[in-house]
């Protein structure tokens, strides 16, 4: 175990709270900065992998992510006119394996809860400056705190903090975003699955479960609507009666799942970018999460990593006394396995979210036949299952981690 520190930790997303939770327990005294004055999720849901529920496992809160999550066992996307594009199963992987479809509101409550605050958390605080020594944060008001022997930056995908360590390589905005929203599941019938409904690359419908959260036990769908970002504005004028007409003329059983959505304010827009790094950290600063590695939404990585962020600064800083130290073996372990998602997540997203009509036809023909070609289908599943590390690594996954995790994914669906 490593010395005790004074930690800053900017931002209280899934990263940030993680790693609240993490280095509070190892005995380090935490500060966190969050610039809402009432924090809380942004987002409507999102699926945990293996990888990400190894983590939460780790964090002693798998238990809890259960009781609330949803069950998934295949990931399946097909053309308005019934076509397969994508049909993918964990148990091909191993049938021990599943996701868990879960609302940002409920990981947030759990994590929130896992965390005794106190007055360590500091609302209404968006950091906009670190000092030379990377030892003193300024907030928005322009109030000084530290000196820190640690500053991490869990302030997302638009980190404020990024250009301070000095190591960006590529930092943009992708020109697709989405709508989304949360749904009552009723009587949805595929209910351990993630569906995807495609029109070339141009529109994509998709409807995850995601389970309950504390405080509401009805169990809910996330919704979500692919569109250019330059697109919001003119759904806008639009009015919501066409838009509901389309996807009804696409999809009838998702349009019956909107009945309840009456005004386009009912619906979150969001928009995602694509940062690579050279480098994570700078002397005491050092990127966690979005911040360290946002890419597009098309492999669904970003909670899953931002948790094996937190674990992997968590054990470095464990293992070496030297700061710095540990922030360079946090960095490797974490850039070996982030890399190749940042890869994969840039060349298909242009297959989902484009106007480029003759990929998404090359896809709809060769997606499946691909994943059928021995070792092809294997990787496919380790990419989106979180557990693919480098070309050709696999991440490990703990037997009693599995254990737990198969009494889950071979329960009848609910």
Sequence with gaps: MGKTLDIAIVGYGTAGQALAVLLTRDGHRVQVFEQAAAPGPVGAGFLLQ???????????????????????????????????????????????????????GALFSLLDAAWDSGDALHVDSRITAVDDSLQRVQDRHGRWHGPFDLVIATDGSASMLREQVQGTRLDRIYPWGALWCLLPRGDW???????QRYVAARKMIGLLPVGTRPGDDESRLSFFWSMPREGFHAWEQMGLEPWLEEIGTLWPEARERLAGITVQTQLARASYRDAVMDRWYRSRLVLVGDA??????????????????????????????????????????????????QFWSRWLTPVFQSDRDWVARARDVLFQPIGKMPGGRGHMLRVLSGTQHGLFGKLPLEPEFLTALAAIAQRPAA
Aim: aromatic content about 6%.
């Design 189 to 195: 019938q595929h209910v351990d699955e993630l569906r």
């Design 50 to 104: 293996p990888s990400g529920l190894q983590a939460l496992w780790q964090m002693q809160l798998l238990p809890q992510v259960l009781a609330h999550g949803a069950v998934v066992r295949r990931l399946y996307g097909e053309t308005p006119c019934g076509r397969a594009v994508m049909d993918m199963r964990y148990a091909g992987l191993d049938a021990r394996l599943c996701g868990i479809g879960m609302q940002r």
């Design 292 to 341: 360290a590695h946002s890419m597009s939404p098309q492999l669904g990585q970003g909670v899953n990593m931002a948790l094996l962020d937190a674990i992997a600064l968590r054990d470095a800083l464990r293992a070496e006394a030297d700061v710095e130290v540990a922030l360079a073996h946090y960095q490797a372990r974490r850039k070996a396995h982030a890399w190749l998602y």
